[in-house]
């Protein structure tokens, strides 16, 4: 028995034995073999296509080998760029085997406490595998590891210099600029030779997140970027404490380069959404996108806003942003960001179907939705009289109307058709001001992050920030029978071998308000006898069919919204000036109705 109970183990040691060494023998033929040059120097990356839902081609990503940009060597660029980037993405560069192995363990034990992989410790040798091979789109552990050996393989075949020029010629800096030149350009309008410290910071500290750090969109966040990065540079001792203190304070001046691209922030909409969902380097692996959007009902759209806006010319109105759904599919069909992408003067390049705004009285219908499932009903009679509230802080609050007068005695029907401001927040005092929060939360008005107390009763006259694609959406629900989607903007998405990789989902909803509600909702706002008082006969809300509008204008005008919607459409438009100074908090409370 001992005999046997011995020859087992010698038989497993040997076996484990052989397995080590077979494993050795494969990994030094991976090492040694695999052919990997040509991969790297002769990539040619397959574009991505975004499409409208006919098929119409709306942008086609292009990359450095394809003629987008041209090629630089190390030799071409600023030192401080180099330096921006070593700090910024991997400081051990020049000193790893293509794999970080403390990044690594830091990285593991992170995503051991997540439950999932949120970080990946990747070197910029392994950034380089991500973009010229594409693995690790799922980070899965498996596509982890093929990513690593792929980097080690790298680094045994190219020098560092040599795979530091590929991943600064190949790597996505955002707004559609792929490579260290092409962004250079996109984004200061300049030679990347001439970058100086503070622009290198900033574009070195792009590549984890280009969306997020867009100066066009997000330029706070930007800013904060590339003074992380200029503090990393100042702790590895790059720069002195004189060149960090220059740098830091330095104002970018920020230039965007005309493209050939159609409904050009959709598509950045969706290049946001792609990465998302797949990561950022997945974006430029040859995918086929067919989205919502219809671009011929886009083209309309543009030159209707851009006929009205410049018919607005004298009222301090110059810009306008557009959005419209489908209720049946919660599909986005159109998306206008704003009435010229291209025009710095009115802060084009902002989406502002993105933008926190705030929605005036448009807020109101979810008000009165909740008063509904209380008990009241259109016939409920309300006083429209001077009133006095008091804050959570005791100080006082007095709503006035649009229009400084007073109604009377008026219907909850009327009070809702002509939007005076005095019955509305009597009718929040009803329902209690977190139940509409939670409510509007519901409806997808995530960006109304406060506490109640914070909005207090003036939330049902605007005094908080939605974005219109939110406040559409919610408005969806009400053309929908109470049931809240989440809008949709792309239909599918192909690999570049024709393997479906999304695909939209039917999704039916989850009931937020009662059909009947909205159904009396629907029947007050499309009433256009009851908002004579206000509107007139034939006003602009009147069209030759049915169709539920509601306003919100903010003081000064600079937020003026139209929310309308039919059993086929939801349209939300807002009207404004980007630039106008924020009223004080409870400037809704005092707004005027258009």
């Not at 904060?224 to 004189?242: A, T």
């Not at 008026?410 to 005092?429: F, G, Q």
Request: hydrophobic share 40%.
């Amino acid at each position: 028995m001992k005999f046997i109970k011995k020859l087992a183990k010698k038989r497993w040691a040997l076996i484990a034995l052989y397995s080590g060494a077979t494993a050795i023998f494969i990994f030094l033929l991976f090492m040694n073999f695999y052919p990997i040059r040509g991969l790297f120097e002769n990539s040619i990356f397959p574009s991505t296509k975004i499409y409208d839902r006919n098929g119409i081609l709306l942008y086609e990503t292009l990359h450095p080998a394809q003629g987008k940009t041209t090629a630089v060597s190390l030799d071409e660029l600023p030192t401080h760029l180099i330096q921006a980037t070593l700090s910024a993405e991997d400081i051990s560069f020049y000193r790893n085997s293509g794999v970080d192995v403390v990044a690594v363990v830091r990285a593991f034990i992170l995503n051991l406490k997540e439950g999932r992989i949120v970080s990946g410790g990747s070197t910029i040798t392994q950034q380089l595998v991500r973009n010229v091979i594409g693995v690790n789109k799922k980070r899965t552990i498996v596509q982890k590891i093929k990513e690593s050996f792929l980097a080690l393989r790298v680094t045994k075949v190219f020098t560092k210099n040599e795979v530091l020029t590929m991943y600064l010629n190949k790597i996505y800096y955002g707004n559609l600029n792929y490579g260290i030149s092409a962004a250079s350009q996109g984004y200061f309008g300049k030679n990347v030779a001439d970058l100086d410290l503070a622009e290198s910071a900033f574009l070195a500290g792009l590549p984890q997140a280009p969306n997020h750090y867009d100066p066009f969109e997000n330029r706070e966040e930007a800013v904060k970027r590339k003074n992380y990065v200029l503090s990393l540079m100042h702790k590895h001792g790059f720069i002195s404490q004189m060149q960090f203190e220059s740098a830091i304070n330095e104002n970018l001046v920020f230039e965007r380069n005309v493209l050939t691209i159609r409904a050009p922030h959709f598509v950045n909409f969706i290049i946001e959404q792609l990465e998302d969902r797949f990561g950022e380097s997945f974006v430029s692996q040859g995918l086929e996108v067919k989205t919502t959007i219809d671009y011929y009902l886009h083209e309309k759209v543009e030159k209707i806003a851009a006929k009205n806006i410049a018919l607005l010319a004298g009222r301090n109105v110059t810009n306008a942003s557009v959005v419209i759904l489908d209720p049946l599919s919660a599909e986005i069909i159109g998306m206008l960001g704003s009435v010229d992408y291209f025009n710095t003067d009115i802060d084009g390049a902002v989406n502002v179907a993105l933008a926190k705004r705030q929605p005036g009285s448009a807020m109101k219908p979810i008000t009165y939705a909740l008063a509904f499932e209380k008990g009241w009903h259109g016939a409920t009679l309300l006083v429209d009289e001077p009133v006095r509230f008091f804050t959570a802080d005791k100080t006082p609050y007095l709503p006035k109307n649009y229009d400084f007068e007073y109604h009377g005695v008026v219907t909850v029907r009327e009070s809702l058709a002509n939007s005076y401001n005095i019955p509305a927040v009597k009718t929040i005092n009803f329902t209690g001001v977190e139940p509409v929060l939670n409510r509007a939360h519901l409806l997808g008005l995530t960006t109304l992050d406060q506490p109640a107390d914070h909005y207090g009763l003036a939330l049902t006259l605007g005094d908080g920030e939605v974005r219109l694609l939110d406040l559409a959406s919610a408005y969806m629900a009400f053309a929908y029978q109470g049931r809240y989607r989440e809008p949709q903007a792309i239909l599918e998405i192909k690999s570049s071998d024709g393997e479906v990789l999304y695909e939209k989902p039917n999704d039916v909803g989850t009931r937020v308000i009662s059909p009947e509600i909205t159904f009396l909702i629907s029947d007050i706002l499309s009433d256009n006898e009851a908002r004579l008082s206000q509107f007139g006969l034939n006003n602009v809300l009147q069209l030759d069919h049915p169709v539920a509008a509601k306003t919100g204008t903010t003081r000064n005008f600079r937020d003026n919204w139209t929310l309308g919607y039919t059993p086929d459409f939801v349209v939300g438009v807002w009207v404004g000036n980007s630039y106008l100074e924020r009223c004080d908090e409870r400037d809704s409370s005092h707004g005027a109705e258009t």
